[in-house]
Antibody, heavy 118, light 109 residues
């Protein structure tokens, strides 16, 4: 069965960077794009970007351009999302989510809480 | 960029009642690339409907989606206790970016 397992919660100081991982299993890793979506406390869902695990190409939301980097390791079927220059407004749960062949986001990771606090 | 507006913000209903949730797009959603998700506290979103009206695997038939163009609806025919949650509409497609509505909370009256 498809599983997306994310890394654990992080606490970071303003100005620092965070790198969240998402390990995929139960399907052919390189055949499905992966999105990253975040959710601030009590707020809605916000799209951050997408990575093609096959070639590594990415597309980022304009809001995060210059601060976010998405990468992948095909040897471990893991995608990563690194966000730099953290500020308090980046406190959120970060999700990886798989895009299927019909372009539908069908599976989500369990989420990773990133807290930015001095 | 498409903006999705969901209404109402909160829906207060009793178990057994019918829920009707609206999602309006600022411009036409191509090929009905519109999905609905359910989210419960502390959980990741769960896919309910894609292609505006197709139920995802394992989703009960009390959930149905309809609409096209700029107006879409999620209907829950008879609310079960486990259906009280927040629901999001989402636009997707070949552009690779995703857009979400602000969500509708379905709460117990």
């Amino acid at each position: 069965q498809v599983q997306l397992v994310q890394s654990g919660a992080e606490v970071k100081k303003p100005g620092a960077s965070v790198k969240v991982s998402c390990k995929a299993s139960g399907y052919t890793f390189t055949s499905y794009y992966m999105h990253w979506v975040r959710q601030a406390p009590g707020q809605g869902l916000e799209w951050m970007g997408i990575i093609n695990p096959s070639g590594g190409s990415t597309s980022y939301a304009q809001k995060f351009q210059g601060r976010v980097t998405m990468t992948r390791d095909t040897s471990t079927s893991t995608v990563y999302m690194e966000l730099s220059s953290l500020r308090s407004e980046d406190t959120a749960v970060y999700y990886c989510a798989r895009r299927n062949q019909q372009l539908v986001v069908d599976y989500w990771g369990q989420g990773t809480l990133v807290t930015v606090s001095s | 960029e498409i903006v999705l507006t969901q209404s109402p913000g909160t829906l207060s209903l009793s178990p057994g009642e019918r829920a009707t949730l609206s999602c309006r797009a600022s411009q036409s959603v191509s090929s009905s690339y519109l999905a609905w998700y359910q989210q419960k506290p502390g959980q990741a979103p769960r896919l309910l409907i894609y292609g505006a009206s197709s139920r995802a695997t394992g989703i009960p038939d009390r959930f149905s989606g309809s609409g096209s163009g700029t107006d879409f609806t999620l209907t829950i025919s008879r609310l079960e206790p486990e259906d009280f949650a927040v629901y999001y509409c989402q636009q997707y497609g070949s552009s690779r970016r995703l857009t979400f509505g602000g969500g509708t909370k379905v709460e117990i009256k």
